[in-house]
């Protein structure tokens, strides 16, 4: 484990009776006063690792450590972790001091260290003045605010948001990602974040985990993430992308399209069926004859900054461009692309998949096979 980690899961998995298991082998590290983002589709874990964080459920299976001490049996008001709900769960009949000052009345604290405590962490979240007010007065995004003093003034280590943001319009949504990143820079807290859309992932976070059906699929900074999807699944969920089937024919060198192309991938099997990514933006529209890629052009759509344009390739891939030039429904034009803007993917392959082929694969040479 590294020094700054904070946080780290060993092989947890979690299943409820004989259902398949809601997490499976799962492993990760958080390190110390970053933001992470936990982000997937709706069902696939990312509740559960904040409730194994926070202590309100158990491991199946695994360990799971806090600061290095191992944590699977420590209740969760032993812990150094504050929850902000997706429903704020806030105390109604309480007004906004009483709420931030709840978790400092059970402690025990002096009064006038609580009123002062209280302050601070409603100045922190732009709410000084409001302490009087019952919560049915506040808006949403001050509910909002609330909940966040309310975790903040226990100075936990680790803050868990669940989802916080998915109940508020867009534009108080976008004031509240920056208010909450900014937020955290300043308190310097580990803020584990979750959601289920990856633009606010993107827009957030340090560092994100992409899990799907209770596994890890890639964790990383969010352009690592964006430029180097590990799989399908990880390129489709970030962002818009082209994905065909491919064949690498060996190291370097890959077929798609009909076509072979210099990539920079290797280590996979001579011949081995894959799959390749290649984002809109990275494509080029030339002339039918200096086309790498030669396609007939099946839409366009105007986007004000550029033209969406998607062609079909001789065997069948539909290729997603973004341009300035324009191009009209069967017209037959060139694409090119660097030899950095194909990524290869093998099949369903994970991170730790990854890693171990690497390993494996590093070690082959040192042996000198
Ligand atoms: N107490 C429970 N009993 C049985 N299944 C559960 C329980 N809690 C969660 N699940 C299941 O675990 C899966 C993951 O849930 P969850 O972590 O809440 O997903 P997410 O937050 O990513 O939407 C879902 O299929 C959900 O139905
Ligand atoms: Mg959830």
């Known amino acids: 484990m590294t020094n700054t980690a904070i946080i780290q899961f060993n092989n947890v998995t979690k299943q409820y009776d004989h259902d398949a298991p809601v997490l499976d082998h799962v492993s990760f590290e958080i390190e ?3 933001f992470y983002t936990l982000l997937g589709p709706s069902g696939c874990g990312k509740t559960t690792i904040l409730r ?5 459920t158990e491991a199946t299976s695994g360990d799971i450590y806090f600061n290095g001490k191992k944590i699977n049996h420590i209740p969760a008001n032993k812990r150094q972790v504050n929850t902000v709900f997706q429903d704020y769960a806030l105390f109604p009949h309480l ?7 709840f978790g400092l009345r059970i402690k025990k604290m002096k009064k006038s260290q609580v009123a002062a405590k209280v302050k601070e962490a409603l100045s922190f979240v732009n709410l000084s003045g409001y302490e009087d007010r019952e919560i049915k007065e506040m808006s949403g995004g001050q509910r909002q605010r609330v909940a966040i003093a309310r975790a903040i003034v226990n100075e936990p280590e680790v803050i868990l948001l669940d989802e916080p943001l998915s109940a508020l319009d867009l534009k108080l949504r976008y004031q509240m990602q920056y208010e909450l990143r900014e937020l955290q820079r300043r308190l310097g807290i580990t803020f584990i974040f979750v959601t289920h859309d990856q633009e606010e992932a993107l827009a957030m976070s340090d560092e994100i985990f992409v ?10 900074t969010p352009i690592d993430i964006y430029d180097e999807p590990i799989n399908r699944f990880v390129a489709d969920f970030i962002g818009e992308s082209n994905i065909a089937k491919a064949t690498m024919i060996d190291d370097f060198l890959v077929a798609f399209g009909g076509e072979q192309f210099s990539c920079v991938d290797q280590g996979m099997n001579p011949n081995e069926p894959v799959e390749v990514v290649i984002r809109p933006e990275d494509l080029e529209i030339t002339s039918f004859e200096n086309g790498m890629l030669q396609v007939e052009v099946n839409s366009q759509l105007f986007r004000g900054v550029h033209y969406e344009i998607t062609g079909l390739d001789k065997e069948g891939n539909e290729w997603l461009v973004q341009s300035t030039k324009k191009a009209a429904v069967g017209d037959k034009i060139g694409l090119r692309f660097d030899p950095e803007a ?17 390993d494996s ?4 040479e040192a042996d000198g096979k």
Not at 95 to 101: I, L, P, T
Not at 361 to 364: D, I, K, L, P, R
């Open 52 to 56: 194994l964080i926070a202590g309100f």
């Open 32 to 34: 110390r006063g970053k």
């Open 361 to 364: 694969y590093s070690e082959g």
């Open 211 to 220: 899990i799907n059906k209770g596994r890890i699929q890639q964790s990383g």
């Open 342 to 358: 194909i990524h290869v993917m093998r099949f369903n392959e994970t991170e730790e998949d990854f890693d171990r082929r690497l």
């Open 95 to 101: 007004n906004v001091f009483e709420n931030v000052a």
